[in-house]
C-alpha cells in the first residue's frame, strides 16, 4: 500500500508549538475530561478553520484527509470556459 503525505502534524495534550506552517492539517486532541477525541483544522497565515466541526477520532480525520487529497487532484479537471463547459475525464 503507498503511503501518501497527508500534510498533517498532531499536538497532543499538554503540547505546544511556536509554529505551524500556513497550509498544515492539525489534530489538536482534547482533554479526556471533556470527550477525547481531536479538533482537526487547516492553518493559513492569519486564521485557522476547523475542516470538520466536531471531535472525531484521529482514524476517521485521518480518513478524511485521505477524501480531501484525493479531491485536490481533481480539482484542476474542471474546464469553466465559457465556449467549453464541461467536465473532462483523464
Do not use: C
Not at 58 to 64: A, C, V
Not at 65 to 89: C, E, R, V, Y
Amino acid at each position: 500500500m503507498a503511503k501518501k503525505d497527508l500534510g498533517f502534524d498532531i499536538v497532543y495534550r499538554g503540547e505546544t508549538r511556536d509554529r505551524i506552517e500556513p497550509g498544515k492539517y492539525v489534530f489538536f486532541q482534547r482533554l479526556k475530561e471533556h470527550g477525547g477525541g481531536y479538533w482537526l483544522g487547516h492553518v493559513y497565515d492569519d486564521w485557522f478553520g476547523f475542516v470538520i466541526e466536531e471531535p472525531v477520532s484521529l482514524r476517521y480525520g485521518m480518513e478524511m484527509l485521505q477524501t480531501i487529497a484525493g479531491q485536490q487532484k481533481d480539482i484542476m479537471k474542471f474546464d469553466d470556459s465559457l465556449d467549453n463547459f464541461m467536465l473532462t475525464s483523464e
